[in-house]
């Protein structure tokens, strides 16, 4: 296990060769969970976090100053030029300076040192204070390493010598002119680490020591793309790449992530990270399965073409559904219904010679150009022609029509068919003519046009509970292609489901776990998905269809007999207000302005006879069912009791007379 160490001095000393390398977060500003964001991209430091750095991109050159301890940043085009400040250390031996110093000449220069003492190799005298330059390292034949270097002699002569390694001496590197950029001293690892003067202000300048701020490139776990970060956060860090070198990093992956990986990953076991959020496209078993935490066989990807279907409005309610073309059912073709001419032109124009029969009257309408039609009138499609004489732009479908006869009528009626005009704004009630029997199966359905309406009357055998037999009718609506990844349950591998990668919201990782099983077994896929309402106006949605409104039919124009005359003495409007202010006028709250005629008088001959009886009806006992009012007395009876009478006194014809009178006057009602 590596020495703990700050981030940036890792960094600094990093060869990039030996990339990729494993770190390991101990401490430091960021140990406790911290964020970091950097231009938009968030960075989470937790203590115990692994960190796989695999690139390093240069951002800037912090720049310290040794004798104030200041330090500030440079970018790295910075166009100033740095002296570099030869080290006072001497160097004892030809084999520390090799050891210690780069070999070679390269762009950024050379190193070159001097030696304070005489030097004598071989025959060969090199006097004091002669400049030297390290040139390579070789190996004679004996096996002695030797140090080829460059000696400059007068006149700027030159020449090669070879030094031995263990060559003593007092050696000490020479104080150069030359002037560096920043990019040269940044690209070389010799001089990157040495003390630089800027040239502008020559030997009265700070001692300066550059380092670099890299643009960490990094993999972390549980994070999808490539994390970027710089150098200079102050964490403390731990090189754990030879303890663990197998160390697997989670990516998380979309579902279109995932079907974009190539086909030499399937099969294989992935786990659910981020389980869908609530369901509301689909009504099927398996959505109920994909939790956080489950496993999951994806067996393979591929684009498959889907049918959308949905069945009449019931009781359940319109259910929708989502076929996959592999379906294995047989379907029988079911008569299409249309409730306007509209409807009929449409589905004519995807199946040409389209005939149908007529369910329902319609009386004809001569000002709009619609003609009578009787139930059970046959009907064959021609074709669409603008309307004869029409005053607007109204078109109308031509028909064959054809009336049903008996057997036993003359082949000559039989025969009696008319071509008719049928405006497209004209409602009506179809149905259409089938003629054969046969059970298709999917794929030779979805090869003619759609929308087309079915029965399915033989299950499909692949499937557990085919969902489609036994439904009235179902119509085929369209068909689309859909992207799916091919699943299973680890607990039963050979039974498939399809997800559609459009519509379903989560992400997972693909982890080493085995297969659960040793042979491939034979796939059984559920081809039937129901689907929700949701799902089926979404899906429009996206599809973004702009169909054409049906036709409207043509205003009616008034009949002359209805027309009002116009007056040029006064407007209709101010006839009518006129008209509503004179019975307003004669309204009135308080007493009435005018009384009404009293009522004409009787004939003299009839003053003193009694209003006329009218007899009653016949009602025996047992139907008569009616209670008496005991509140209201009898005309007799109340006499009675007023005068003080009994029955026999009214025997005489005095009393009744006053019984008589007391009818003629109304105000002395003898009812209480």
Not at 107 to 125: K, R, V
Not at 176 to 199: A, P, T
Not at 620 to 639: D, E, I, M, R
């Amino acid at each position: 296990m590596g020495d703990l160490q700050s981030l940036r001095f890792f960094i600094s000393g990093l060869d990039q060769r030996s990339l990729p390398r494993i770190l390991q977060i101990c401490s430091g500003v960021y140990f406790q969970g911290s964020v970091y964001e950097l231009s938009g991209s968030e960075v989470c430091l937790s203590t115990g976090d692994f960190v796989k750095i695999i690139g390093l991109e240069l951002l800037s050159v912090s720049c310290e100053e040794i004798d104030t301890g200041t330090s500030f940043e440079l970018p790295t085009g910075y166009t100033g030029h740095f002296s570099l400040i030869a080290e006072d250390l001497p160097y004892n031996t030809i084999e520390e300076i090799v050891g210690l110093c780069p070999v070679g000449v390269d762009a950024c220069g050379s190193f070159t040192f001097i030696c304070q003492t005489e030097l004598t190799i071989d025959n060969f005298t090199l006097s004091a204070g002669k400049q030297l330059t390290l040139l390579s390292v070789e190996e004679a034949r004996n096996g002695e390493r030797l140090a080829r270097c460059q000696v400059f002699g007068q006149n700027m002569a030159s020449a090669e010598i070879l030094l031995p390694l263990d060559l003593r001496g007092e050696f000490y590197e020479c104080q150069s002119d030359r002037g560096y950029s920043l990019q040269e001293i940044m690209s070389s690892s010799r001089l990157s680490c040495r003390h630089f003067r800027s040239k502008a202000e020559k030997n009265s300048g700070s001692t300066l020591i550059f380092s670099p701020v890299y643009e960490i490139s990094a993999i972390m776990h549980m994070r999808k793309n490539v994390v970027k970060f710089p150098s200079s956060l102050e964490v403390d860090v731990e090189d754990v790449t030879e303890q663990f070198p197998d160390l697997v990093f989670i990516t998380p992956l979309s579902m279109t992530e995932v079907a974009s990986q190539p086909a030499q990953s399937f099969p294989t076991m992935a786990e659910i990270l981020d389980a869908p959020e609530g369901n509301q496209f689909f009504n099927c078993s398996w959505f109920h399965e994909l939790q956080s935490g489950r496993q999951l066989v994806l067996h393979a990807c591929s684009t498959t073409t889907m049918i959308l279907a949905s069945t009449p409005k019931g009781r359940k309610g319109k259910q929708y559904f989502v076929i996959s073309k592999s379906y294995n059912g047989r379907m029988r073709r079911r008569a299409r219904e249309f409730e306007s001419v509209y409807e009929l032109y449409l589905a004519s124009s995807q199946t040409p010679g389209l005939k149908v029969s007529v369910t329902r009257h319609c009386e004809a309408v001569e000002e709009e150009g619609i003609p009578a039609l009787s139930v059970g009138e046959q009907l064959e499609v021609l074709g669409k022609a603008p309307m004869d004489g029409a005053a607007q732009k109204a078109e109308c479908l031509i028909c064959k029509r054809t009336t049903e006869v008996d057997e036993d009528e003359d082949e000559e009626d039989e025969d009696d068919s008319e071509e008719i005009s049928l405006p497209l704004f004209m409602a009506g009630h179809f149905v259409e003519k089938l003629s054969d029997n046969k059970k298709y199966k999917l794929t030779e359905l979805i090869s003619s046009t759609l929308p087309l309406d079915v029965k399915v009357v033989t299950r499909d055998k692949e499937l557990e509970k085919d969902p489609l037999m036994g439904l009235p009718a179902l119509q085929l609506e369209e068909t689309f292609t859909e992207t799916i990844v091919l699943t299973s349950l680890p607990n039963q591998p050979d039974r498939c489901f399809e997800l559609p990668v459009r519509w379903i919201q989560m992400s997972l990782c693909f982890t080493s776990d085995h297969l659960p099983w040793s042979t491939s077994p034979e796939r059984h896929v559920e081809t039937v998905t129901e689907v929700t309402e949701k799902f089926y106006y979404e899906y429009h949605k996206l599809v973004s269809k702009i169909e054409e409104p049906p036709p409207r039919p043509p205003k009616r124009k008034p009949s002359t007999a209805e027309v009002p005359k116009k007056s040029k003495s006064k407007p209709k409007s101010s006839k009518l207000r006129s008209a509503v202010t004179k019975q307003l006028d004669n309204l009135s709250l308080g007493e009435k302005k005018e009384k009404r005629a009293p009522a004409p008088p009787l004939p003299e001959d009839t003053l003193e006879l009694p209003p006329p009886l009218l007899p009653r009806k016949a009602s025996s006992a047992a139907h008569s069912v009616t209670v008496h009012n005991t509140y209201v007395k009898s005309p007799t009876t109340a006499y009675k009791s007023a005068q003080g009478l009994s029955d026999a006194d009214l025997d005489s014809e005095h009393d009744y007379e006053s019984i008589e009178d007391s009818f003629k006057n109304p105000h002395e009602s003898l009812f209480y």
